[in-house]
C-alpha cells in the first residue's frame, strides 16, 4: 500500500476546501470572492497531491487543450467580474478535463453498500450505462 506524505494531507485539505468555498461561493450568488479563493485553493490542492510536474503534464496534454482553455478562461472571467458566465465556463471546461475520470468514480460507488443498491436499481444502471458510455465515447449499442 502506498504511503500519504504530509504534502499530500496538506492537498487533500487544500481541494476540500477550495471545493467548499466554491460550493459556498455558488450558494451565495455566485459571490465573486469566494468563487476564486476556491478556484485558487483547488488548483494549489491538486498540485500537492499529484505534485507540480504531473499537474503541468495533466492540464498540458494536447488532447486537453481545448478544456484547459475553458477551465482556465472561467477562472479568469470569475475574476474580471462575470462569475455566473465564468462558472459556466469553467465547469464546462472542468467536465472536459475530469470526463474520463467519471467512468471510474461510479464504478467505484456501486460497490459502496447503499450507493451501490441504489446504483444497481434497473432504470437507474440503464441511465448509468448510457452516460458512462456517452462519456466513454462508445456509441452505446451493446452489440
Request: glycine content about 12%; overall charge positive.
Amino acid at each position: 500500500m502506498m504511503e500519504v506524505t504530509d504534502f499530500q494531507k496538506i492537498g487533500v485539505g487544500l481541494a476540500g476546501f477550495g471545493i467548499a468555498f466554491l460550493f459556498l461561493g455558488v450558494l451565495l450568488i455566485f459571490d465573486r470572492g469566494l468563487l476564486a479563493i476556491g478556484n485558487i485553493l483547488f488548483i494549489s490542492g491538486l498540485t500537492f497531491v499529484i505534485g507540480f510536474q504531473r499537474t503541468l503534464s495533466f492540464f498540458f496534454q494536447r488532447h486537453k487543450v481545448k478544456a484547459t482553455t475553458f477551465f482556465f478562461s472561467g477562472m479568469f472571467i470569475v475574476l474580471i467580474g462575470f462569475p455566473l458566465v465564468g462558472m459556466c465556463v469553467e465547469l464546462y471546461g472542468m467536465f472536459l478535463l475530469f470526463s474520463g475520470f467519471i467512468p471510474v468514480a461510479v464504478n467505484f460507488l456501486r460497490r459502496v453498500p447503499v450507493i451501490g443498491t441504489v446504483l444497481n436499481l434497473p432504470f437507474i444502471s440503464m441511465v448509468r450505462f448510457k452516460i458512462t458510455s456517452w462519456v466513454a465515447g462508445d456509441s452505446g449499442s451493446i452489440v
